[in-house]
């Protein structure tokens, strides 16, 4: 079946680092993409997404590109900042059953 | 607007009580989505609604897990017969149509708790 994989945190910057979490997915077809992020005590928020191969996401100065040929869906942003700590999840659109299959997160913590 | 609202916020139960966690959907949504999330297995889906038709209930772990949408509106989430490892957070979401460019849209959840 359909699957998502991130690389592994905790991850832990310095504010104006650059950032780079990994996703890789496997699914029949060509599913939209979705980066999720989840702060302290919040709940899961729409971060970016994208619906086809080539398709850019961005928001908040986070940006990710939807590649077909290496099946992937890196998240980077340039400089990250303290307010950016918080777990991020990676996730695609299973086209036959409707939901969304996570990855298994990762934890970002950004040190001023 | 109003986002997806969940209650209660924390439930505490004893094992083999049954629970109740209800969401709110956005006003005009017609897809809904439980999820559940838990240190040991990440985010799972549980169950799907899509306008009048039949749930997809694929993604429930055992027959103790059911859920209704009433009036293509509210949903409740009961599990009975509680047990330790239905401890988790139960998520809810919303989206306009349900297709796959969609934006599901999350509630809080309900942190439930089986002593």
């Known amino acids: 079946g359909d699957s998502v994989t991130q690389m592994e945190g905790p991850v832990t910057l310095s504010e104006e680092a650059f950032l780079t979490i990994n996703c890789t997915y496997t699914?029949?077809?060509?599913?939209?993409l979705f980066w999720y992020v989840q702060y302290p005590g919040e709940g899961l928020q729409l971060l970016l997404k994208?619906?086809?191969?080539?398709d850019k996401g961005s928001n908040k100065g986070f940006e990710a590109t939807y590649r077909k040929e290496t099946t992937s869906f890196h998240l980077e942003k340039g400089s990250v900042q303290v307010s950016d700590s918080a777990v991020y999840f990676c996730?695609?659109?299973?086209?036959?059953?409707?939901?969304?299959?996570f990855g298994q997160g990762t934890e970002l913590s950004v040190k001023p | 607007g109003a986002g997806v609202s969940q209650s209660p916020s924390n439930k505490v139960t004893e094992k083999g009580k049954d629970v109740e966690l209800r969401c709110d959907p956005i006003s005009g949504h017609t897809a809904l989505y439980w999820y559940r999330q838990s240190l040991g297995q990440g985010l799972e889906f549980l169950i799907y609604?899509?306008?009048?038709?039949?749930p997809d209930k694929s993604g429930l772990p055992s027959d103790r897990f059911s859920a209704e949408r009433t009036g293509g509106s509210v949903s409740t989430l009961t599990i009975q017969r509680t047990q330790q490892e239905d401890s988790a957070v139960y998520l809810c979401a919303s989206s306009s149509w349900g297709g796959g460019t969609d934006t599901q849209y999350f509630g809080p959840g309900t942190r439930l708790t089986v002593l």
């Open positions: 609604f899509q306008g009048n038709s039949a």
């Open positions: 994208a619906t086809k191969a080539d």
């Open positions: 699914a029949t077809g060509y599913p939209s």
């Open positions: 996730a695609l659109y299973d086209n036959q059953g409707g939901k969304l299959i």
